[in-house]
């Protein structure tokens, strides 16, 4: 990136111009996102070259992941114990909770593996709200529509239908589960309306919410939920290194390890639902992002070597507005809140440079130019633009004390005040829309397999609508624990083991791909911990 | 990688803070998280990680003792900035020793609400004052006035109490009567919810659903793609 305009000068050139007056894109839409889209530049994609998804356009940092060799040789797991349920679930976040909790109550004995804690996910960092369609003026079509024009049409419909048509059901769910939501101004708890707002490109208020941390009281819920669920047992610090094959190509469990023992510990199911969630922390083109430590891609690398089929895994969003300064926040999240109730962006010159409220791909690449081109805002080693959010105070007072509680905190966090200073923000790697094809079941296409969450591909398109993401974890959660336990018994694995690396490791060589390269990674590389060649100790 | 990049540069720029972080004695960059800290100093990150900054998962907990303090306090480590001086570790994430078990699904008559609490958290009436768990809360949350409320019978004042939890789980280790807090508050919160929360346009639509009155159409003109494009 290159040098921007020094942030003492840069607030004086905001101070002298301040309010900006709009300014419409200098660029076309179409040329801006092929200069500046972080998806859109030379060398981004390559095609894989082994697999089921074999010639599939796919994020280089990624298609390297997904093309490297197992963690595991069948020497590791020659002695490890083994531990036996019907089903064993692959992530402790959102989806995974609720498919263990619809898997156990069916009757299964269900595994729940995690590798950080339960409830360490992006789920519980979700702030703005779930999507259902409940109002009267809204219905299921406009919520299948709307989501469909947001991914570009590129979404399969039958996952998009089953979608929509569970988020009713979902909210009731998730209320008998004991989350709370809004209620409209002056509804009563029985037999008032659910507060509604209008996420980013629908065309009806839509979203539902509990304050501005959704996520957060619902991971609460679900998190005690699973805890109380007999038929449950949970192991936390149980990364999953290699899922498990039995003679017939069919899942069956997957290989654990346990961190606070060093060891290998097999599980073996009947049937295995990953629930693994995404890919921020590959820090994908370089970026920061909002997402929380553990979303490095795991489950898509099992999945693929295990043969599943993958889409639009060139496909990343970048939120506009991540904090660039202070360098202990980078990365984190500013509500779309602060844009859509009228923040504008400002460069280093004082001057707005897009519409605030087209997509985040647009406003994402808008404020990259102007980083590029030397109009950024350069502060110590950061740099971004200003999110001026003085004057969306000084236009309606008032309003950063009152519905921008997070936004205000998170600037006294940052050490100022948002109503005297500006943020200074850049574009943050926050949702991977693409993963592992399933149907509206949840099977992956592999015997025994199935995923639930952002480790699927197919819901989003191109490009999710905001509130979609935390519908889709309980929805299609359910989906896949209620599939699971319902297959669990049907076959159970026999003869389990490694077999499907012989021909993942003839592929790789056929391609010339080296066998040196491992994954999945587990941790991020500033974890300081290589899953390669330092697991054995314990800690 | 830009991440860790910048990481290195600002240590390698700012000024610097000593401190001793789990036995370890460390150089950190002025304006750094302890959890920041921590990984910017090469020792491993596997465990008490999770949102990174945003402080809304509970999982980096940390005893902190400022340097000039006698006592150490309770705080996460992606909140708190380092200072020079500071000694710092990890609280290890423990599950609550006996779950207190209910089926929420089964409480379904709100007359004995106080009689629910009662029975499966018995040992919250015993709360001794110490205020233990007010000081462990990272949040701030007034945990004990939540206990006296909850034990009283007031489940909505004791669950407002309970708003910003983050579910990190200090209270419980802080009480010395094992009325595990966290747990208790989530209870009445979970409770409230599930017993009184009743919204009529949700309920209407789940009707409309149930009599085949929201058909899902593939072919609509707004399920296609425009011609032009």
């Known amino acids: 990136m290159s040098g921007g305009i020094p942030h003492a000068e840069a607030l004086a050139a905001w101070r002298a111009r301040t309010p900006a007056q709009p300014q419409a894109l200098a660029l076309p839409v179409p040329e801006l996102l092929k200069r500046f889209h972080p998806d859109r530049q030379p060398g981004s994609m390559v095609p894989l070259r082994v697999g089921a998804s074999a010639g599939l356009p796919c994020r280089a940092e990624l298609a390297t992941l997904l093309q490297s060799d197992s963690l595991v040789e069948d020497v590791d797991i020659a002695a490890a114990p083994m531990l036996d349920a019907d089903v064993l679930v692959i992530g402790g976040g959102g989806a995974g909770c609720v498919a263990a909790l619809t898997a156990a109550r069916a009757g299964a004995r269900v595994i729940l593996a995690t590798k950080l804690r339960l409830g360490d996910s992006n789920t519980v960092m979700a702030e703005g709200g779930i999507q259902a369609a409940v109002g009267a003026e809204d219905s299921l079509q406009r919520h299948f529509e709307d989501t469909l024009r947001a991914g570009h049409f590129t979404a399969n419909k039958e996952l998009v239908a089953a979608l929509v048509s569970d988020g009713p059901a979902v909210i009731r769910w998730l209320i008998q589960e004991g989350m709370s939501f809004d209620l409209a101004e002056g509804s009563e708890r029985i037999g008032g309306n659910l507060l509604r707002k209008k996420p980013g490109g629908a065309t009806a208020a839509r979203l539902l919410s509990y304050r501005d941390f959704t996520g957060l009281e619902m991971m609460r819920a679900l998190r005690e939920a699973v805890l109380l669920q007999p038929g449950i047992t949970l192991l936390d610090r149980h990364p999953s290194l290699e899922l498990l094959t039995d003679d017939r190509g069919r899942c069956a469990g997957a290989a654990l390890h346990d961190l606070s023992l060093g060891r290998t510990v097999l599980a073996r199911a009947g049937a295995t639902v990953l629930a693994t969630g995404g890919a921020g922390r590959l820090h994908i083109a370089g970026f920061p992002t909002s997402n929380h430590y553990g979303a490095t891609a795991d489950g898509l690398v099992l999945a693929y070597r295990l043969g599943a089929a993958l889409r639009e895994v060139d496909s990343f969003q970048y939120h506009p507005t991540g904090i660039a300064w202070p360098p202990h926040m980078e990365g984190q999240l500013v509500s779309e809140a602060a844009r859509a109730s009228g923040a504008a962006l400002v460069n280093g010159l004082g001057e707005r440079f897009v519409d605030e409220l087209e997509t985040r791909d647009v406003v994402a690449s808008a404020i990259l130019r102007e980083m590029a081109e030397g109009r950024g805002v350069a502060r110590g080693n950061s740099l971004g633009v200003f999110l001026d959010t003085p004057g969306l105070e000084r236009e309606k007072p008032g309003i950063l004390g009152k519905s921008l509680v997070t936004l205000t905190h998170l600037a006294h966090r940052a050490g100022f005040d948002a109503a005297a200073e500006p943020f200074l923000i850049c574009p943050t790697l926050h949702y991977q829309n693409g993963g592992v094809a399933i149907d509206p079941d949840g099977w992956s296409g592999v015997p025994g397999l199935l995923c639930a969450g952002e480790v699927t591909g197919g819901l989003h398109g191109r490009n999710r609508m905001m509130g979609n993401a935390l519908l889709e974890l309980v929805a299609f959660g359910r989906r896949a624990g209620r599939s699971a336990a319902a297959n669990a018994r049907a076959e159970r694995p026999r003869n389990i083991g490694l077999t499907h690396l012989a021909d993942w490791r003839r592929a790789l060589i056929a391609q010339g791909l080296p066998l040196t390269s491992k994954a999945p990674v587990i941790f991020p590389p500033y974890g300081n911990f290589d899953m390669a060649t330092q697991r054995g100790r314990a800690a | ?229």
């Not at chain 2, 939890?165 to 009567?177: F, K, T």
């Not at chain 2, 009155?213 to 399920?223: N, V």
């Open chain 2, 1 to 229: 990688m830009y991440f860790e990049e910048a990481l290195l540069s600002e240590i390698e720029s700012g000024p610097k803070i000593q401190l001793v972080f789990d036995g370890h004695s460390i150089i950190a960059e002025a304006g750094a998280s302890l959890l920041q800290a921590w990984a910017a100093a090469g020792l491993p990150l596997i465990e008490n990680v999770g949102c990174m900054g945003q402080g809304v998962c509970g999982a980096c907990r940390v005893l902190v003792r400022r340097k000039g303090e006698r006592l150490a306090g309770t705080a996460l480590a992606c909140e708190m900035q380092v200072e020079d001086g500071m000694q710092a570790s990890f609280v290890d994430h423990f599950p609550a020793r006996r779950p207190h078990a209910y089926d929420l699904h089964a409480l379904t008559d709100s007359w004995t609400a106080l009689d629910q609490i009662d029975a499966v958290f018995p040992e919250a009436k015993n709360c001794r004052h110490c205020s233990g768990c007010d000081r462990a809360c990272p949040k701030g949350i007034e945990v004990q006035n939540m206990v006296n409320l909850a034990a009283a019978g007031q489940a909505f004042a004791a669950a407002a109490l309970f708003d910003h939890c983050v579910m990190c789980n200090l209270c419980v280790a802080a009480c010395p009567e094992h009325i595990d807090p966290a747990h208790l508050g989530q209870f009445v919160r979970r409770m409230n919810a599930a017993i009184t929360l009743r919204p009529a346009d949700l309920i209407t639509r789940l009707r409309e659903i149930d009599q085949g009155r929201q058909p899902i159409d593939f072919e609509a003109p707004g399920a296609n793609p425009p011609f032009e494009s």
